[in-house]
């Protein structure tokens, strides 16, 4: 399919709309105007979801949201359309330099939510797939998108969760949520689920 001319905004629409992705013949360049789109677009997604956030929100980082709409929609692409080489695939999907800050998490997340079920799918295809450790990599650093997937917990730094109220208890309630028993293997995160469930903590998870 490459017959659309805002086929980045066509696929971040789907995707947050319907929770699918469009795949093209190849990978297509995206263009300025398509990037201002998508961050509106996105900022009006970040806007709605918030009002159902505990407490205060942080304001919309249209760059982060920007960083993980493009990687997610070339990571898709990628599961197609194969003419790169390591380096290219580094240019392709490059790091996030902004500043990691709750802001950042939680506007990627609009879109980096859905970046564990492409690696899946990446694995799935070829277990050896060369973006494979670049996307988890990036998943690993905004690990708040990671929950329920399979990353190492011990070497992730909980300790931002505790910069910002709203972040913290969307993070504890995504835990319970998905039932993600993985992270529970962290005491800082065990400890935040038992103040939280107090005695009751056996009735909301029989696992813990």
Known sequence: MNTTKTPFLD?????????????????ITISKE????????LETEYEREILDYPGIAPRF????????????????????YREHNSNDLAVLLPDYNGKLDASAILSADICLRFLPQIIMEMQRIDPEDLVIP??????????????????????????????????????????????????????FIKKQLEIGFGDYRKIFWAQL
Do not use: M
């Open 11 to 27: 696929t971040i629409y789907h995707l947050r709309t319907i929770e699918q992705v469009i795949l093209y013949d190849k990978v």
């Open 34 to 41: 398509e990037e201002i789109d998508v961050i509106s677009f």
């Open 61 to 80: 980082n249209s760059a982060a949201a920007l960083w993980a709409a493009k990687t997610v929609y070339l990571a898709a692409q990628l599961l197609l």
């Open 134 to 187: 670049i996307l988890e990599k990036h998943l690993f650093r905004f690990h708040y998108s990671a929950i329920g997937f399979e990353v190492d917990i011990q070497k992730i730094d909980f300790e931002i969760l505790d910069t910002n109220d709203c972040l913290h208890q969307l993070y504890i309630d995504r835990i319970v949520q998905r039932k993600a028993i993985k992270f529970t293997e962290s005491d």
